[in-house]
Every structure is written in structure tokens, then in C-alpha cells.
């Protein structure tokens, strides 16, 4: 009670008073300052999945004396889940969330009607079963969409026996082997390991904190080996400034990138030696490209970068990203060092435009002068 | 040689208060007690037979009820164990209390036992799970009939036989130890099973696990396990999916030794592990033998949860130490 009677006295009497509190606040500012950062650092960090067991999990495939149902699937379903993959990131495909918030936990819809609210991966709508899919603008992957019928009933590229983290991909790919979520004939999770729910074993539950590619868990997106920075919201809202970050790596001396993901199944698109290699691709300095290239640097080109049209691409582009070294998903600036990848040009998922492009390619055109929409985000010389 | 007579005796009378402290449950003192008669417990049967006893499901919870939040009371100079307060209880026994069942709290919260409240209505006396084949009594469960306390259609006693006062016969007043499972009487409180098939094996905390603690509580044995089995079908075995993980909670599979659970260490009465051969109560968690019981979640009579379960699942957060947590210790 003293104490604020002095305090009060203090700034009542003593002009210096509104000084002293400016003088405090001041220094509690790093503090404050501090504090928020940590506040923001943290939420944006650990995406481990907290709160109600009961949110996800049923013990028995068992309620109320009826089996579990979600989603329209109904039980039993591995590692106990309400409706496996789906029953958390396709919990209601009709609705207009992309986002679920359930309990403490916000969960990523990968199927829903939100109209511009398709997150980084796209929105498998395009291509799911009774929502008038159109096949070649996604993934089609089991309890989503039927299999593709031949040739795109394996993965186009493919080839046996690759380096993946932790062992080789499979062999063979059978032209009654549908793609799953997960597992060896998936892409999140640890590919050794065939079964879906096995290859994702404790990944939702590990700390994440860091995303170092050690574990499923500590991989960007549960994609097993692969490094990147997390946005968020999943890019729901992202900007110029704030994304997903993508790991490139135009040495093709490492097995983390996001392009070498895609490279496990679709191996004759990427340059890297372990897949396609440049027999298949192409390489930057003596040949012209067979494909169009990924983890390669806008440095990387012939010619050399001064004076070449990417030079002109140089404010991030969420239509047309590139990846870097090292990401932070803060990177605004592109330069010689920013790195083309897959997802420059595809959504991993599924998008509106065939090939699931980011932009429909067959409405880009040099002619029309489009600088700065689809190809031409980097291709800027291309309309002139 | 004076020492060694010394020695003897007093290892005699440790072993006699051991023995006493462990929970001998043989009923002597007062018949009146127990035996008094009350209106309509007694009927006429044919001309030239002896009264029966009738309301026999209510014979058992008049003497294990309690009209205040005692949850041990005195009868004819014997500690009855109290499985159903008409009030609160304050301190619920292992089983748990039919207080939560019998009064508003739900069908949800307990086994609907004759006598204590009525048939729940939404399985209207069908057992969640209960297959035929599963329940090794002669005669099996009558879903026509509510469950009972003892008999075929309950838990307690011989299941071999309906008459739920018959099956649990010669139990109270038998020498009980030791616990082999080889009568209902030498059965873990007298849950005596049938079709051949042994009564369950435990160690009986004296209290009943009242005060039940890391170091003094009931221990079980992966026999319970196939005591739920027997009404609730095989909810668990078949729970194995072909790749290795569970399409449904196992039980009777031992605690890893690796991974999350090597962090519970010390016996929670919360989260309670089976052994192969309990014989005393044990603070320590033995991972790669103990084993998952369907009582390690959930209690056998009544609580205040839902589905019968320790802990309020609906509720229940990871950040949270508790509830699944205690094994789950890293999720």
C-alpha cells in the first residue's frame, strides 16, 4: 500500500516523473520485445500436436456401442485414428475450412470447398471422387481418388531403387500400386517403411521444435529427410515475406530438398546423380536442357546471370517460389542464389490447372506480354 | 539355541500378521449381520420345500452399500467392503463406486448392476463386444436378463452357474488363500470365471485399495483381462493390424521398454499394470513383463467418467501428466 502511495507521490510531485516511467519502459522494451519473439518463434516452431486424445484417437473402434466413423470411412482404423489420414486433414470436404481448429490443435484441411483458401499443397478437390475430378490436376492417392489409368498409374519418371533418407525406394512400381498418403508408396513419412501409419509412427507427437530431417517428425512436413521452414498457416494468408521455406540445393550433393523428394518417385526430373541424373536432364553449363531443371540456382545458368532475364525476378513470388540454402521463410529478396524447384511451377497436392501447375499453361503466353504471371515470373525476358 | 527358538517364534507370529495384513477375507462373527432377513427377501416356493432366498442380487449390494461416504463399514465385527454409497464417496474402492451409475450421472459411467439402477438403454443389457464364442461359461450371458453381481450374467463368483447367489456360495466363509484361482473363493475377489477356465489371480490390497499408493494397492494379473473378455469379446488380440500397429488399444501386451513408457517408472494407481505373479504390492514399473490391463484405464464397477475410464478422456489434454499420459509420457 505504501509503495503506491509513494509511487503515485512520486509522479504527482517529482516533474521528472514522466521521464523516469519513459526511462523503465525503455528498458523493459528488449525485454517485452524479447518475450513477443519467443511467443511467435515458439508457436511458429513446434507443430506437435497437442491436446484431446479423444480428437483423433478411439480406443476400442468403439462409441456408444457403434463403430467409429469419420469422414464418411467408417473403422477400425490403424494406429487408432478417427478416420486414419483423412479423418483429421479431410474431415469435411464439403465445408469451407481449410483450416480446423479442434481443441487446442489446428489441423490442415487438404479437401474443402473455401474458395482462394487452398493451402501451400493445393486442395486434392480437383481431383476427388464425387467432386467431378479431373485426374491430371493432382495426386491421385487412395481414399481420395481412383488410380489413373495407363500411363499414369505409375509415377511418371519413375525410376527403381533410388537413395532415399534411410535406404533405396522401391524397386518396382506396380501398375495396381496406388499412391497413399504415406509409406513407401507415399511421400510423407519415412518411405522405407511400407505401411502408411507405421512409415508416420510418432511423427505428430515428436518435438519438431527443430527441423533437422533426423526423424519423421523433425522433417519439414513429415516429408522424412527433408529440411524447410514452416509457415503457420500453411501459407493460408502468406505473404511476400512470410512462406513456407523451401530447401534447395544446386551442388546436388544432398538428399534434403524438396525437389529431391519429388525426385524419389519422378527420378528422371531431377539432375542430382542418385536419380536422373544429367543423362536424363540435361546440365546447366554445356547442354541445353532435355527437361526443364530443379535444384539449380539462377546463377547456374549459361551465360552466366548478369544480364539474364532472371536478374529480373527479384521480389519473391508466392505464384512461382523458389527455394534457397537456407530457408527461413522470411526471404523476400531473389537473387543468382535463389534455387528453381518443383514447386516453383507444381503444388504437391493437387491445384485447379492440369499437371497440377500453379497457373494454367495454357494461358501463358510470350506474346501476351504476361511479365510476371506463370513462366514468366522467372522467364521475364521471355514477353518482351 | 535360545536365539534360534527366539527367531522362530518371532517369524511365526511376522507371518501371521502378514497374512492378516494381505487381506484374509474369510467371514466370521455375527451371522445377524449379514443373514437378517427383510421384507420380500424370502418367498414361498412348492408345498413341501424349504423358503428361498429371492431379490438375491440385492442381498449382495444391501451388505456392500453404505448409506453415508464410508467406503469401509462394519458388519458383525467384519470390514465390508462398500461398492455402492447412496452419497459421495470419499474415498471409491479399486472397483470404483455405483454411486456414478445409480444416481443421474449416466449409463456411461458404470456397469448397470440389478438391484442398483436399471438396464442401460442403450445397449438394454447387451454387452459391448460380448461374443459367444468368447465367454468360456457354460451357459453364457442372458442379454434378456440385467447383469447381475455374480453368475453367468456377472461377474463375481462361478459363471458356470445363472443363480447369481449360488454361483458366489461357499466363497465368504472359505479359507481364501492362496490366491490360485482354483475355486471363486481362492480367486481374486471371487472372480471365479468358468467353462474350465481358472479364476482370476491378484494381490488384494487389505483396504481394497482405498488409499491405494505406489507402494500399498492392489495388484493385478493379465487374468482380469480375460474376465472382461468373457462379456466384452475380444476387443484387443484382434486389435493387431497386419503391419504392426493397433487398429484398437491392446492389453496383455508388456510395457516397452523403450520409447516413451521407459518414463514410467513408479506404480501409478492411476494407470495400474498386471503381473504375471503378484504377490505383494510393488512400486516398481518392470518394463518388458508388466503388462497392459484393461483395468490400467478403466475401473470394474462404476466411476465418474465416462466408459468406465480412470481418468475424464473427453477432457483429457496431452500437456496434461496424467491419464494416458502416464504411459504415453512423450505425447
Redesign the interface.
Known amino acids: 500500500m505504501n509503495r503506491i502511495t509513494e509511487s503515485s507521490m512520486v509522479s504527482a510531485v517529482d516533474p521528472q516523473g514522466s521521464a523516469v516511467r519513459r526511462s523503465i519502459l525503455m528498458s523493459l522494451s528488449p525485454v517485452f520485445l524479447f518475450f513477443i519473439c519467443l511467443l511467435f518463434s515458439t508457436d511458429s516452431a513446434d507443430a506437435r ?6 480428437d483423433c484417437h478411439a ?4 462409441r ?2 457403434s463403430v467409429v466413423t469419420r469422414a464418411g470411412l467408417s ?6 485414428t478417427i478416420g486414419g489420414c483423412m479423418g483429421c486433414h479431410g474431415q469435411n470436404p464439403n465445408g469451407t475450412q481449410n483450416i480446423i481448429v479442434q ?2 490443435m489446428r489441423i490442415p484441411q487438404v479437401i474443402h470447398y473455401f474458395e482462394d483458401g487452398d493451402l501451400a499443397g493445393g486442395n486434392y478437390i480437383y481431383v476427388a471422387e464425387g467432386h467431378n475430378p479431373v485426374y491430371s490436376r493432382g495426386h491421385n492417392v487412395e481414399g481420395i481418388s481412383l488410380q489413373e489409368n495407363s500411363p499414369m498409374n505409375v509415377p511418371p519418371g519413375f525410376v527403381g531403387g533410388v537413395n532415399i533418407p534411410g535406404g533405396t525406394g522401391p524397386l518396382f512400381w506396380s501398375s495396381q500400386r496406388q499412391l497413399t498418403c504415406a509409406g513407401t508408396w507415399g511421400c510423407h513419412g519415412n518411405r522405407i517403411i ?2 502408411p ?2 512409415a508416420m ?1 510418432r511423427a505428430h ?2 518435438d519438431d521444435g527443430e527441423i533437422d530431417g533426423s526423424t519423421v517428425g523433425r522433417s519439414y512436413r513429415f516429408l522424412y529427410g527433408i529440411l524447410g521452414k514452416e509457415h503457420r498457416n500453411w501459407e493460408y494468408l502468406a505473404s511476400v515475406g512470410d512462406h513456407n521455406g523451401y530447401k534447395g540445393d544446386y551442388t546436388h550433393s544432398s538428399m534434403n530438398t524438396i525437389s529431391y523428394l519429388c525426385g524419389e518417385c519422378h527420378a528422371k526430373f531431377h539432375p542430382n546423380a542418385n536419380l536422373g541424373g544429367v543423362d536424363e536432364v540435361g546440365h546447366a553449363y554445356d547442354s541445353v536442357w532435355r527437361r526443364h531443371p530443379s535444384d539449380i540456382s539462377f546463377g547456374g545458368v549459361h551465360n552466366g546471370y548478369l544480364d539474364s532475364e532472371y536478374g529480373n525476378y527479384v521480389q519473391y513470388s508466392l505464384e512461382s517460389p523458389v527455394a534457397y540454402q537456407n530457408p527461413t521463410g522470411r526471404e523476400s529478396k531473389v537473387d543468382m542464389d535463389s534455387i528453381i524447384m518443383c514447386l516453383s511451377c507444381h503444388r504437391a497436392h493437387a491445384s485447379p490447372y492440369p499437371d497440377m501447375l500453379r497457373w494454367d499453361y495454357s494461358q501463358v503466353s510470350a506474346r501476351d506480354n504476361k511479365s510476371g504471371k506463370g513462366c514468366l515470373v522467372c522467364h521475364t525476358k521471355k514477353s518482351q | 539355541m535360545r536365539h534360534k527358538h527366539l527367531l522362530i517364534i518371532c517369524l511365526l507370529w511376522l507371518g501371521i500378521a502378514m497374512s492378516f495384513d494381505t487381506g484374509m477375507a474369510t467371514i466370521g462373527g455375527d451371522c445377524d449381520a449379514c443373514h437378517n432377513l427383510f421384507p420380500g427377501m424370502m418367498d414361498k416356493t412348492h408345498t413341501g420345500k424349504a423358503f428361498q432366498y429371492v431379490l438375491k442380487n440385492e442381498f449382495c449390494v444391501h451388505c456392500h452399500s453404505n448409506a453415508n461416504s464410508d467406503t469401509i463399514k462394519s458388519l458383525g465385527g467384519n470390514r465390508v467392503p462398500v461398492v455402492h454409497n447412496t452419497v459421495n464417496p470419499i474415498y471409491p474402492l479399486g472397483g470404483g463406486n455405483f454411486q456414478y451409475v445409480a444416481k443421474d450421472f449416466g449409463d456411461r459411467k458404470g456397469h448397470n448392476v440389478d438391484g442398483i439402477t436399471s438396464v442401460d438403454k442403450k445397449f438394454r443389457g447387451f454387452p459391448p463386444g460380448y461374443k459367444r464364442a468368447s465367454d468360456p461359461s457354460f451357459i453364457g450371458y442372458d442379454p434378456g436378463r440385467p447383469l447381475m453381481c455374480a453368475g453367468s450374467n456377472g461377474c463375481h463368483g462361478d459363471r458356470d452357474i445363472e443363480d447369481p447367489f449360488a454361483s458366489i456360495m461357499k466363497t465368504h466363509h472359505a479359507l481364501d488363500k492362496p490366491i490360485d484361482g482354483s475355486s471363486s473363493a481362492k480367486s481374486y475377489r471371487f472372480l471365479g470365471n468358468a467353462g474350465g477356465v481358472k479364476g482370476v489371480v491378484g494381490f488384494e490390497d487389505k483396504d481394497w485399495n482405498q488409499h491405494g499408493s505406489s507402494k500399498s494397492h492392489n495388484e493385478y494379473s493379465p487374468s482380469i483381462d480375460i474376465l472382461c473378455k468373457s462379456c466384452h469379446g475380444d476387443f484387443h488380440s484382434e486389435g493387431k493390424g497386419e503391419n504392426d500397429h493397433w487398429f484398437s488399444h491392446p492389453t496383455g501386451i508388456p510395457i516397452p521398454v523403450l520409447g516413451e513408457y521407459q518414463k514410467y517408472k513408479v506404480f501409478d494407481p492411476d494407470a495400474p499394470v498386471a503381473r504375471e505373479h503378484p504377490i505383494m504390492s510393488s512400486p516398481v514399473i518392470n518394463h518388458g513383463r508388466d503388462k497392459v490391463t484393461c483395468l490400467s484405464c478403466h475401473i470394474a464397477h462404476a466411476g465418474p467418467y465416462d466408459s468406465l475410464l480412470r481418468w475424464d478422456y473427453e477432457g483429457l489434454l496431452t500437456e496434461q501428466k496424467k491419464g494416458c499420459m502416464i504411459c504415453h509420457s512423450e505425447k
Do not use: I, L, Q
Open positions: 500436436v497437442r491436446g484431446r486424445c479423444k480406443m476400442h473402434n468403439s456408444e456401442g473403422g477400425p482404423f490403424s494406429s487408432m481443441g487446442n511400407e505401411d501409419f507405421a509412427s507427437h515428436e
